[in-house]
């Protein structure tokens, strides 16, 4: 059950339960959804693709996001998800630098696997170290927040056998998801309904999930969990593929539009919040995908737990507080165009950051594979810094 301490405010007063139905995969198309998806690849050179059987990809009900072949990187588009399951291959830094820019491969943890097989890779196909350099730059680079990117890159870079250590981090990466869905057991009730932003499931991690993972394992565990799933705007990760991993593993499902979140909190009996994250400061500060402070805010008013599913490779261990994450800035077209035409009039000018960074008092606990870390951050934190690594990869 959940700690005593788990609730930041005393709690709101809550109206009697009304479940919504919940919303299927058919009304996607209706909104243009995979209209946008697949504008989003035009736009992009990309690499030849094949579509995925179910047989090919499924590992329990869930896509397997990266696949290792020896001469290249098999990834999951998940920018066409839930409505095209296609297969791409990255096998030139071009490809690698791509996948992870435009968000056919995303999620923290994910991309730090697929950071981690790019560099082995082109290790295996740049004999010229200077060039080797620039590539591993690029591909290190591809994305400022998120700290697991930079974790697995500099990981292989220090190996002596560097395909080894990448299938390493990516077996390592589906224990520790397992170890983080144990965890979070304690804090998920019977028939507790909860809120989520953004997408933490096996595609965002390449192993079970974080955030998703702990729901997912506790509706297995027999605790009938009901998610209200925020659409996640501008690219609608909430909406196409933690409503389509919800599906899959059976899991009710309600979707709704970000600015709900609140109204759903005060009206929709919200036992707790849980999200993941893209890097987490030493004082607890936590950047995640755009719209998770204002949940906290939120939560912390109506008196929900909220709670951070992540890694320890998540954790950056060298800053002290969340002013000194740098927050990417994404094209503009992403705000004032939907489904490839253009919803803003020409020359809107639009702000469309990545992440926000979500002060660590907010936050009721850390979801970890060391188990459930509590505040104060700034002793709990350090300390996790220091336990000794968990899972053993023969």
């Known amino acids: 059950m959940r700690h005593d301490n788990d609730s930041s405010v005393p709690s709101a007063r809550r109206p009697a339960r009304v479940l919504s139905r919940p919303l299927y995969g058919s009304h996607f198309r209706r909104y243009g959804l995979v209209e946008q998806s697949r504008a989003l690849c035009a736009a992009f050179s990309l690499p030849a693709a094949k579509t995925a059987s179910m047989d090919d990809l499924t590992s329990t009900s869930c896509l397997e996001a990266i696949r290792w072949t020896g001469d290249a990187i098999e990834y999951v588009d998940q920018r066409l998800l839930p409505h095209d399951e296609v297969i791409r291959r990255a096998a030139t830094v071009d490809e690698i630098e791509s996948a992870i820019k435009t968000l056919a491969v995303r999620g923290a943890p994910c991309i730090g696997v697929f950071g981690a097989y790019g560099v082995a890779l082109l290790r295996q196909v740049l004999s010229d170290d200077e060039a080797f350099r620039a590539a591993v730059r690029r591909v290190r680079d591809a994305r400022p927040t998120a700290v697991n990117l930079m974790w697995a890159v500099d990981r292989v870079l220090r190996a002596s056998d560097m395909v080894a250590e990448a299938q390493a981090i990516h077996a390592e990466q589906r224990a520790i998801d397992a170890r983080i869905s144990e965890a979070g057991a304690e804090i998920i009730p019977a028939d507790a309904r909860i809120l989520t932003h953004c997408n933490t499931g096996p595609i ?191």
């Open 204 to 394: 965002a991690t390449a192993g079970g999930g974080t955030a998703l993972g702990v729901i997912i394992a506790a509706a297995r565990a027999g605790r009938r969990p009901h998610v209200f799933v925020d659409e996640t705007r501008p690219l609608l990760q909430g909406a196409r593929l933690t409503y389509y991993e919800l599906a899959q593993a059976g899991v009710e499902a309600t979707l709704i539009v970000d600015s709900a979140a609140a109204l759903v909190m005060a009206r929709k009996n919200v036992d707790l919040v849980i999200v993941g994250a893209d890097r987490i400061a030493m004082n607890g500060d936590t950047a995640n995908k755009v719209g998770t402070y204002s949940l906290a805010i939120a939560a912390a008013h109506h008196g929900i737990p909220f709670y951070v599913a992540a890694p320890r490779s998540t954790f950056d261990f060298s800053l002290r507080s969340g002013a000194d994450i740098p927050i990417e800035e994404r094209p503009a077209d992403e705000v004032t165009s939907y489904g490839g035409a253009r919803i803003a009039p020409e020359g809107a000018r639009a702000y469309n950051p990545a992440f926000d960074v979500t002060p660590g008092h907010l936050i009721t606990a850390f979801v970890t594979e060391y188990g459930i870390i509590r505040p104060p951050y700034a002793e709990s934190l350090p300390d996790l810094e220091l336990r000794p690594n968990l899972i053993a990869v023969a």
